[in-house]
């Protein structure tokens, strides 16, 4: 029979530049699978600024791609021991950002990006974090099917929410935007929806343009 133990364990994150804690917002920008947080973060590099601090945390489960050897890339979860994986994620992101706020006097203000498997990832802390998420974008992904819903609106009443969703995605079928509605229907968050021309993968122009209408750095 399984038994467990808990122990210190040490996670990873990425981000654009050491805080000065003089930025005026954070953005933490969760992976899809099987990538790694510094490649991630690399598709972001050209809305680096001063004023906005990109925090890229990296999955705790890592596989080889293919076969035995070569490139390696991280998975939030998979359906072995789903529910300790993600309580394991929040420990994890909650402690990052808890050490990054410690640079800061006033809490800048935090938005929420999730790629893919990132999105739902990136929906379940974003509703059981103690800190309050001024912006939620789910981007080639969807909220979370597990979440609880009474805890969802009641977290998220004030966050605003895009979804944004490739025009030629082969991941985002009839049947799981279908799923998407059912669970906005149920939380009765408001939402937008924003559409690029393209796949699976992160849009520059339309992100430069999200991001710079969301924060505006001088």
Do not use: C
């Not at 944004?164 to 799923?179: A, I, M």
């Not at 559409?195 to 924060?215: K, M, R």
Request: hydrophobic share 35%; charged share 20%.
């Amino acid at each position: 029979m399984y038994q467990k133990v808990s122990f210190t364990s040490t996670a990873f994150y990425s981000q654009s530049h050491e805080p000065t804690g003089q930025e005026t917002s954070i953005w933490i920008i969760f992976h899809g699978y099987g990538q790694l947080a510094p490649y991630f973060l690399n598709k972001f590099s050209p809305l680096f600024h001063n004023d906005r601090l990109f925090i890229a945390p990296e999955a705790t489960n890592y596989a080889y791609q293919k076969g035995f050897s070569g490139k390696v890339g991280a998975n939030w979860m998979t359906k072995h021991q789903r529910e300790q994986a993600i309580k394991n994620n929040h420990h994890f992101l909650n402690a990052m950002l808890s050490q990054v706020l410690k640079e800061f006097k006033k809490t800048p203000a935090i938005h929420v990006l999730g790629f893919s498997q990132g999105a739902a990832t990136a929906t379940r802390w974003s509703v059981q974090t103690p800190y309050s998420i001024d912006e939620l974008v789910l981007w080639g992904g969807g909220f979370a099917h597990d979440l609880k819903i009474p805890d969802t609106r009641e977290k998220l009443a004030t966050t605003k929410i895009l979804m944004v969703h490739g025009k030629n995605d082969p991941f985002l079928s009839e049947e799981r935007l279908k799923e998407q509605q059912i669970i906005l229907e149920k939380v009765k968050l408001k939402t937008a929806t924003l559409y690029y021309p393209g796949g699976h993968d992160i849009y520059l122009p339309l992100l430069q343009e999200l991001i710079n209408s969301s924060d505006n750095p001088n």
